[in-house]
């Protein structure tokens, strides 16, 4: 028996039928086409699905469809503004974090709901931050990097909007 | 020095902006229209004899297409080595690992999939199974494969020099074993694939490999069908590291489902199956003698080697001679004694993984060479510069260093890590350790015995001149090779990077042998090399005649053609350019410099369609013994690594605090890659050092396959690392560039175990360093020490 269920995605209201044990993760990879969630493991431990489900970032393999049913998400497809990347994607980018690219929106996105509620972390709490997604490439120096730099340009720009 | 425009430089990666936004398609993103999943029927058993398989229920369930087992398949050999066929695609008559491919079936869904092989009846009758390199070597025990006595797969014997007159003159001889555990990729994108066979029997496959001409080879032996007919493409690739180095039982069978159903056939690992198909690193156990002078100058070395291979030989006959052979450098050393070999057991098969071969071989030495500096009262880097080659140097096994900057590498890290400062003065709990290593910069021969190029590369010009397409095969697994290729184009042709594109990984665009061995820019960086200078010389031909100028008198740089002297009329061509091109923008004008895509579109409107070919292939490298191949290689890079590390001396918890590396990479094409690749090898060894290993039950089963119970490190557990990038211009190298993806991880374990010594005052003689390992040594030395305290009454050092 489908359920049927109303979500926001990246802004977009979306109304799907799915399964009771169809994950959130299959729904926004499969149904929605939002391929930019990884899969790396399907069981909660490698991150590369991570998604901000209602403003707090989720492992989306561990997440039921139907229980994120009313829910706000956001993928890394939601992240980029038009026209260019978002500051933390640029940061990624010119710091040299990405080399395989599989963690990177889900590291992206940790980094995001890091950021959204620290601006300025330190690196211990950034490392802490990003320890429940794995990167096998990058050895997560050029990560810190990207999102100590990522928070340095964020900060400065809201700052220079108060002025 | 010379001055580049584009190479040397910190370029942002041309793919990672997509990768960034979730646009960069890995194969599980790519859907085809009407395609059918396939999976694999695992055997459960780790060695038995199939009686009989019953496909009739599941291939009645509706939803499914097809039902394949050997009868359908065939007993075509497979595997990496010619030398070592020993796979077939599905188990004919016994299973030999739990985990063994005994069917497969394609289906509308994966859930249809699944429960069809669940309806698949297979009788089997256990055999004894050997799970361990003790049990598959005693004295009668059950075979793995008939034809491997004594469950040996391949043996290696070389001496080089003579080791025991040799070690008759040394001062001092030491003797230690040493043993690691089977480690996992751990690459966070699992294996997956896409089969389509059109209705003439071409057959496409897209899979995430970094070999895709050696897929193709081997899907076309298997399957009997022409290499022409066969074209494997690899969309972006979530890391390899090795195990995605050889054709798979899933890319095959995808490609049989495919041609079998007509229709197109998606498979996938599940991580769990992704162990099971592991073909990552062997378990090693290493015995090494070492002699040396009293002035510390090591005389011999004697190697023996016991690699547990699992059930197949995979790149097995590679990794055992690897063991041997990696030892030859970066120390002079006259003479050298190996003796290898690969056990068959009965569990999942091993392979490749950076560092092949030669990473426990490595930490197994550095870590004796340190104690050998302890008992010779030298300090570990004096002793280590006593012995180090340098460039022109040949070991005894004949792998020729041309470039070497390990002496540079080693006072590099010397310096960048205090170890003046450090060594001898921490306090018990802290300790500091050193090693060093190299790696091969490409293997010097193909896998298969070939007179092959090992890099074919076409560049084709727009038809406008505005930039070029560079065409290769080569594999982007994610260490960089589209961008380090694209910048060495761009540089050759002295256009801006932007203006180069590139496509890789599809064997339509010519041969190569793909992103193993650290060979991609090296082999194929030539190749482009090569095919960018064609091009260039296609268009200055051109430009020359048109000029009436000497071609030697004008160059491009920065997208802009240079003349060596003034007064050049290239007006005629400028304005032919502008007719061309009446009500676009951003023309060039009056008497400003003229342009690569004006010379460019001038060359095509002349000749045609321009393309440039490049190819590549080392020339004969190595002796002449037996085995010879397998360590040569045009170039090596070389690295040297200072590790510092609290121990918690309760606990038995290692913290690695700090890493210095230095890592001679011959000339940096992107030196943010070059960081990003020597960073990412500590980490992998790192984990391997601290805690990965690929645990099994007493029926052979996985024990822990998942990322929950094999542990990689995180970013908690990987310190900052203080890289550094040592230059040494390789002769034989595109720019003088070398390898860096596999040759920064050799030190990194024994680095760790010479500073847990330094912290504990106790050498490990096994890994993994777990709290439980550490914890238990501690203790013992504890109770060895108060044992000692109350018979000697002396105060003992530690």
Same mark, same amino acid.
């Given at each position: 028996m489908k359920t049927l269920i109303h979500l926001k995605v990246n802004g977009t209201e979306q109304e799907v039928a799915v399964e009771p044990n169809r994950l959130l993760v299959d729904l926004l990879r499969d149904e929605l086409g939002l391929t930019g969630t990884k899969k790396g493991c399907g069981t909660g431990e490698c991150g590369a699905c991570t998604v901000i489900l209602n403003g707090k970032p989720v492992n989306s393999c561990l997440v039921l469809a139907v229980r994120a049913n009313g829910g706000e998400i956001l993928t890394i497809e939601g992240l980029k503004p038009p026209g260019g990347l978002h500051p933390i994607q640029k940061a990624f980018v010119e710091k040299g974090a990405i080399q395989c690219g599989f963690c990177s929106p889900g590291m992206i996105l940790s980094s995001y709901s890091l950021l959204q509620k620290n601006p300025r972390p330190s690196e211990e709490d950034t490392r802490e931050a990003l320890s429940g997604n794995l990167c096998r490439c990058t050895g997560y120096q050029k990560i810190i990097e990207a999102v100590q730099d990522a928070a340095a340009r964020l900060t400065s720009k809201s700052t220079g909007t108060r002025r | 020095m010379k001055d580049y425009s584009v190479i040397n430089s910190r370029a942002a990666r041309i793919d990672a902006p997509d990768k960034a936004c979730g646009n960069a398609n890995y194969i599980d993103d790519i859907r085809v229209p009407g395609m059918l999943f396939g999976a694999l029927l695992h055997s459960p058993l780790a060695h038995a004899k199939i009686l009989r398989i019953d496909t009739s229920k599941a291939e009645k369930l509706a939803g499914v297409k097809a039902v394949v087992t050997a009868r359908d398949a065939g007993t075509a050999k497979y595997g990496v080595s010619p030398a070592r066929y020993d796979e077939t695609l599905f188990c004919l008559d016994k299973v030999r690992y739990v985990g063994d491919e005994v069917a497969a079936v394609a289906a509308v869904d994966p859930e249809t999939a699944f429960e069809a092989l669940s309806l698949i009846q297979v009788d089997y009758e256990a055999l004894p199974a050997v799970l361990s390199m003790e049990e598959a070597m005693a004295e009668g025990a059950s075979l793995v494969h008939d034809e491997y006595a004594g469950n040996i797969a391949a043996e290696v014997h070389h001496e080089f020099g003579d080791v025991e007159a040799a070690l008759a003159q040394c001062d001092l001889i030491r003797t230690d074993t040493f043993k690691s555990k089977r480690q996992d990729g751990g690459f966070l994108e699992p294996q997956g694939c896409i089969a389509e066979c059109d209705s003439r029997g071409y057959l496409t496959l897209r899979t995430s490999t970094q070999v895709p001409h050696y897929v193709q080879r081997t899907v076309s032996m298997v399957l009997g069908i022409p290499i022409g007919k066969v074209r494997v493409m690899k969309p972006y690739v979530g890391g390899g590291f090795g195990p995605k180095a050889s054709a798979s039982a899933m890319e095959i069978s995808a490609c049989f489902l495919a041609m079998k159903t007509g229709k197109p056939v998606k498979m996938n690992f599940t991580r769990e199956e992704v162990f099971l198909h592991c073909r990552a690193r062997h378990q090693f156990v290493h015995t090494l003698t070492t002699g040396v002078k009293k002035d510390g100058t090591i005389l011999a070395l004697k190697n023996e080697c016991h690699l547990e291979g699992g059930a197949y030989s995979s790149f097995g006959i590679a990794t055992v001679y690897y063991a041997g052979s990696l030892l030859g450098g970066p120390y002079r050393l006259g003479n050298m004694k190996y003796d290898g070999y690969r056990v068959c057991t009965n569990k999942p098969a091993c392979g490749a993984q950076r560092g092949?071969?030669?990473?426990?071989?490595?930490?197994?030495?550095?870590?004796?060479?340190?104690?050998?500096?302890?008992?010779?009262?030298?300090?570990?880097?004096?002793?280590?510069?006593?012995?180090?080659?340098?460039?022109?140097?040949?070991?005894?096994?004949?792998?020729?260093?041309?470039?070497?900057?390990?002496?540079?590498?080693?006072?590099?890290?010397? %310096?960048?890590?205090?170890?003046?400062?450090?060594?001898?003065?921490?306090?018990?709990?802290?300790?500091?350790?050193? $090693?060093?290593?190299?790696?091969?910069?490409?293997?010097? *021969?193909p896998i298969y015995r070939s007179d092959t190029y090992h890099a074919t590369v076409t560049i084709h010009l727009a038809e406008d001149g505005e930039g070029i397409h560079v065409y290769t095969a080569s594999a982007e697994i994610?260490?960089?090779?589209?961008?380090?290729?694209?910048?060495? $184009? $761009?540089?050759?042709?002295?256009?801006?990077?932007?203006?180069?594109?590139?496509?890789?990984?599809?064997?339509?665009?010519?041969?190569?042998?793909?992103? *193993?061995?650290?060979?991609?820019?090296?082999?194929?960086?030539? $190749?482009?090399? %090569?095919?960018?200078?064609?091009?260039?010389?296609?268009?200055?031909?051109?430009?020359?005649?048109?000029?009436?100028?000497?071609?030697?008198?004008?160059?491009?740089k920065d997208g802009v053609v240079v003349f060596t002297h003034e007064g050049v009329d290239f007006t005629h061509i400028r304005k032919r350019y502008l007719n061309e091109h009446r009500g676009w923008r951003g023309l060039p004008e009056g008497n400003e410099s003229l342009t690569f895509q004006e010379a460019a579109r001038i060359a095509y409107l002349a000749k045609g369609s321009i393309i440039g070919k490049g190819r590549y292939k080392p020339l004969p490298l190595?002796?002449?013994?037996?085995?010879?191949?397998?360590?040569?290689?045009?170039? *090596?890079?070389?690295?040297?690594?200072?590790?510092?590390?609290?121990?918690?001396?309760?606990?038995?918890?290692?913290?690695?605090?700090?890493?210095?590396?230095?890592?001679?990479?011959?000339?940096?094409?992107?030196?943010?890659?070059?960081?990003?690749?020597?960073?990412?090898?500590?980490?992998?060894?790192?984990?391997?050092a601290l805690f990965e290993e690929v645990k099994f039950d007493a029926k052979g089963r996985i024990l822990n396959p998942d990322f929950a119970e094999y542990k990689i490190p995180t970013c908690l557990d990987m310190p900052n690392v203080g890289t550094i990038i040592v230059e040494s211009h390789e002769p034989y190298g595109p720019f003088g560039a070398k390898e860096v993806g596999e040759g920064a991880i050799m030190p990194t374990i024994p680095a760790i175990l010479n500073a847990v010594y330094d912290a504990t005052g106790i050498r490990f003689h096994e890994l993994p360093l777990t709290p439980e390992r550490v914890f238990m040594a501690l203790r013992e030395k504890h109770i060895e020490k108060d044992h000692k305290t109350s018979v000697e009454g002396s105060k003992i050092h530690g």
């Amino acid at each position: 028996m489908k359920t049927l269920i109303h979500l926001k995605v990246n802004g977009t209201e979306q109304e799907v039928a799915v399964e009771p044990n169809r994950l959130l993760v299959d729904l926004l990879r499969d149904e929605l086409g939002l391929t930019g969630t990884k899969k790396g493991c399907g069981t909660g431990e490698c991150g590369a699905c991570t998604v901000i489900l209602n403003g707090k970032p989720v492992n989306s393999c561990l997440v039921l469809a139907v229980r994120a049913n009313g829910g706000e998400i956001l993928t890394i497809e939601g992240l980029k503004p038009p026209g260019g990347l978002h500051p933390i994607q640029k940061a990624f980018v010119e710091k040299g974090a990405i080399q395989c690219g599989f963690c990177s929106p889900g590291m992206i996105l940790s980094s995001y709901s890091l950021l959204q509620k620290n601006p300025r972390p330190s690196e211990e709490d950034t490392r802490e931050a990003l320890s429940g997604n794995l990167c096998r490439c990058t050895g997560y120096q050029k990560i810190i990097e990207a999102v100590q730099d990522a928070a340095a340009r964020l900060t400065s720009k809201s700052t220079g909007t108060r002025r | 020095m010379k001055d580049y425009s584009v190479i040397n430089s910190r370029a942002a990666r041309i793919d990672a902006p997509d990768k960034a936004c979730g646009n960069a398609n890995y194969i599980d993103d790519i859907r085809v229209p009407g395609m059918l999943f396939g999976a694999l029927l695992h055997s459960p058993l780790a060695h038995a004899k199939i009686l009989r398989i019953d496909t009739s229920k599941a291939e009645k369930l509706a939803g499914v297409k097809a039902v394949v087992t050997a009868r359908d398949a065939g007993t075509a050999k497979y595997g990496v080595s010619p030398a070592r066929y020993d796979e077939t695609l599905f188990c004919l008559d016994k299973v030999r690992y739990v985990g063994d491919e005994v069917a497969a079936v394609a289906a509308v869904d994966p859930e249809t999939a699944f429960e069809a092989l669940s309806l698949i009846q297979v009788d089997y009758e256990a055999l004894p199974a050997v799970l361990s390199m003790e049990e598959a070597m005693a004295e009668g025990a059950s075979l793995v494969h008939d034809e491997y006595a004594g469950n040996i797969a391949a043996e290696v014997h070389h001496e080089f020099g003579d080791v025991e007159a040799a070690l008759a003159q040394c001062d001092l001889i030491r003797t230690d074993t040493f043993k690691s555990k089977r480690q996992d990729g751990g690459f966070l994108e699992p294996q997956g694939c896409i089969a389509e066979c059109d209705s003439r029997g071409y057959l496409t496959l897209r899979t995430s490999t970094q070999v895709p001409h050696y897929v193709q080879r081997t899907v076309s032996m298997v399957l009997g069908i022409p290499i022409g007919k066969v074209r494997v493409m690899k969309p972006y690739v979530g890391g390899g590291f090795g195990p995605k180095a050889s054709a798979s039982a899933m890319e095959i069978s995808a490609c049989f489902l495919a041609m079998k159903t007509g229709k197109p056939v998606k498979m996938n690992f599940t991580r769990e199956e992704v162990f099971l198909h592991c073909r990552a690193r062997h378990q090693f156990v290493h015995t090494l003698t070492t002699g040396v002078k009293k002035d510390g100058t090591i005389l011999a070395l004697k190697n023996e080697c016991h690699l547990e291979g699992g059930a197949y030989s995979s790149f097995g006959i590679a990794t055992v001679y690897y063991a041997g052979s990696l030892l030859g450098g970066p120390y002079r050393l006259g003479n050298m004694k190996y003796d290898g070999y690969r056990v068959c057991t009965n569990k999942p098969a091993c392979g490749a993984q950076r560092g092949h071969g030669g990473v426990i071989a490595r930490a197994a030495w550095e870590q004796q060479l340190d104690c050998i500096a302890e008992e010779l009262g030298m300090d570990p880097i004096d002793f280590r510069l006593k012995n180090i080659m340098e460039a022109g140097n040949v070991s005894c096994n004949d792998l020729r260093m041309n470039s070497l900057g390990m002496k540079e590498c080693i006072e590099a890290v010397r %310096e960048g890590s205090g170890w003046g400062q450090k060594k001898g003065r921490l306090p018990r709990g802290k300790g500091i350790g050193m $090693a060093c290593g190299f790696f091969v910069s490409g293997a010097g *021969y193909p896998i298969y015995r070939s007179d092959t190029y090992h890099a074919t590369v076409t560049i084709h010009l727009a038809e406008d001149g505005e930039g070029i397409h560079v065409y290769t095969a080569s594999a982007e697994i994610g260490q960089g090779s589209d961008t380090t290729l694209a910048m060495i $184009a $761009a540089e050759t042709l002295g256009i801006p990077l932007d203006s180069v594109r590139i496509s890789s990984g599809d064997t339509d665009f010519g041969v190569d042998l793909g992103a *193993y061995s650290s060979r991609q820019t090296l082999m194929t960086g030539h $190749a482009v090399k %090569e095919a960018a200078l064609d091009v260039r010389r296609q268009i200055i031909d051109v430009l020359a005649n048109e000029l009436r100028v000497d071609p030697a008198e004008f160059d491009v740089k920065d997208g802009v053609v240079v003349f060596t002297h003034e007064g050049v009329d290239f007006t005629h061509i400028r304005k032919r350019y502008l007719n061309e091109h009446r009500g676009w923008r951003g023309l060039p004008e009056g008497n400003e410099s003229l342009t690569f895509q004006e010379a460019a579109r001038i060359a095509y409107l002349a000749k045609g369609s321009i393309i440039g070919k490049g190819r590549y292939k080392p020339l004969p490298l190595g002796g002449t013994h037996k085995g010879a191949a397998v360590g040569t290689s045009p170039a *090596y890079g070389c690295s040297a690594q200072v590790v510092e590390v609290t121990v918690d001396m309760e606990t038995g918890r290692i913290t690695v605090e700090k890493m210095t590396d230095a890592h001679d990479c011959g000339f940096a094409i992107n030196r943010t890659s070059v960081e990003g690749q020597m960073q990412g090898s500590l980490s992998m060894g790192l984990g391997e050092a601290l805690f990965e290993e690929v645990k099994f039950d007493a029926k052979g089963r996985i024990l822990n396959p998942d990322f929950a119970e094999y542990k990689i490190p995180t970013c908690l557990d990987m310190p900052n690392v203080g890289t550094i990038i040592v230059e040494s211009h390789e002769p034989y190298g595109p720019f003088g560039a070398k390898e860096v993806g596999e040759g920064a991880i050799m030190p990194t374990i024994p680095a760790i175990l010479n500073a847990v010594y330094d912290a504990t005052g106790i050498r490990f003689h096994e890994l993994p360093l777990t709290p439980e390992r550490v914890f238990m040594a501690l203790r013992e030395k504890h109770i060895e020490k108060d044992h000692k305290t109350s018979v000697e009454g002396s105060k003992i050092h530690g």
